[in-house]
């Protein structure tokens, strides 16, 4: 158990009507009781490749011969190759009159037989190893007999990765465990939030109090989505006290974290949107197995918990005026080793409600105009017949030259949303540019790499 006060200057136990929302000191039931020892972790792009019984193989050779039945088993496997061997490579027709040889060939099939009982009943040690190092080192509810990847962000908000069944109920939550859990702790007091726009499931194992937002993974959702959302979470917290929430996207992070967050400044919780996203990640990132942070990372899902509390605070929750612009032109800083340093291997796709409706080649100057400055070490594209573009937008950059590609399947990309732009100029460092936020990328963009986009009025 852990109890949270929140430090700051906005009173969070405001009443919103006739109903109270969450106070600024909670209790939080971590579940967790003691440190145990946990395999490292694997890297992203290994998790992603190598499946989940390679995944298994973390503990050192060490770790596995602390225990006298893995010994009792490398034994017999050593033993019975040895044996294969020798049957193999000798003529050993003549053991056929030893009664003993028999009798030890009997008792050797025994003990593979217990050996084979002992490896299924370690199915579940295995499950629950590998689900350990696919959610790395956030916070997990292990009590009650309970071992998941779900965290109490508040006493009434819990994050958490996909709830999964088949395959992926092997290294992820098994839905049904986890239908098992809320039900036990929540009984008909919890509503599910599933974020994920790429798959679904069965909202009969939540008794359908299940509610989908359709985010893409790594992506934003529209300021329209998060108003609703929060609006939503609302009307369900006020209906009962006891009530909570239980937000999920695949991995319980970037776009969970995004929309919690966005409840946390809309409840009075916090009332910035940097002390919300350190708030979260300081409630999932568990410490004491590593340091990384497992908080919400892409530049574009802060930006817009950003544009949140603008909304709340200048607009009083409701969308800001509509701002239609037209994209001039984009310029990009320090491209000098970014492919092939002119800018004219890329390609710009702008993309509103999930459809293109403009791209443009480089390389053939399709739809835009290229002018390379190497003395100055920057590059202008400049659009022709560029439409208008408001609210949500999504600028994506792919090249044809060997650069790493990240998330989204492309070298960059970032969000914004038009209501915010200010003297039709958006400057955007590399930092705060989608996958460029990693330090792998570093060896190509420079830290004085930056996107500019410059707007006109239609």
């Known amino acids: 158990m852990k109890t949270v006060r929140y430090e700051h200057s906005l009173e969070s136990e405001q009443t919103q009507g006739s109903q109270k929302t969450e106070g600024p000191t909670v209790t939080i039931d971590d579940g967790t009781e003691e440190e145990t020892d946990e395999p490292e972790s694997l890297t992203y792009k290994v998790k992603k490749k190598i499946s989940p019984f390679v995944m298994s193989f973390g503990f050192s050779f060490r770790k596995y011969f602390e225990s006298s039945l893995n010994i009792l088993d490398a034994i017999i496997i050593v033993g019975t190759l040895s044996i294969n061997i020798v049957y193999a490579f000798s003529n050993l027709s003549g053991l056929s009159q030893i009664p003993r040889t028999v009798i030890m060939f009997r008792i050797l099939r025994i003990v593979i037989l217990i050996r084979v009982f002992r490896l299924a009943s370690e199915k579940e040690r295995l499950e629950k190893v590998t689900r350990r190092m696919v959610s790395e080192n956030k916070r997990r509810y292990t009590k009650d007999g309970f071992d998941l990847d779900l965290t109490y962000v508040t006493a009434r908000v819990i994050a958490m990765s996909f709830p999964s069944s088949g395959q992926q109920a092997f290294y992820r939550n098994p839905i049904k465990e986890v239908a098992k859990f809320l039900d036990t702790k929540h009984g008909d007091h919890y509503k599910v939030y599933n974020l994920c726009s790429e798959q679904g499931y069965d909202p009969m194992f939540f008794h359908y109090r299940v509610e989908r937002i359709f985010i893409d993974d790594h992506n934003v959702p529209t300021l329209e989505e998060m108003l609703k959302f929060t609006a939503s979470v609302r009307k369900w917290m006020e209906q009962d006290e006891k009530n909570v929430i239980a937000i999920h996207c695949k991995g319980g992070k970037g776009r969970t974290g995004t929309m919690i967050c966005t409840w946390l400044i809309h409840s009075s919780q916090f009332q910035s949107a940097q002390e919300s996203l350190n708030y979260f990640g300081e409630r999932r990132t568990d410490t004491s197995t590593s340091s990384k942070f497992q908080g919400v990372e892409t530049p574009s899902q802060s930006r817009y918990v950003g544009y949140y509390a603008t909304l709340k605070f200048k607009y009083n929750l409701n969308l800001p ?136 009025e239609p």
């Open 321 to 456: 005026p509509v701002r239609p612009l037209r994209i001039k032109s984009i310029k990009l800083y320090a491209i000098h080793g970014v492919g092939k340093g002119n800018g004219s291997d890329l390609r710009v796709k702008i993309i509103m409600e999930k459809k293109v409706i403009f791209h443009c080649i480089c390389a053939t100057q399709e739809n835009c105009k290229l002018f390379f400055d190497g003395e100055n070490d920057w590059v202008v594209i400049g659009f022709e017949n560029c439409p208008i573009v408001r609210n949500d937008v999504k600028v994506r950059f792919e090249t044809s030259s060997d650069i790493p590609k990240g998330y989204d399947d492309c070298p960059f990309f970032f969000w914004f949303h038009t209501a915010f732009i200010e003297d039709n100029r958006l400057y955007i460092p590399r930092n705060e540019v989608d996958n460029l936020h990693k330090p792998r990328m570093w060896k190509i963009f420079r830290e004085k790499f930056a996107v500019e986009l410059n707007f006109t």
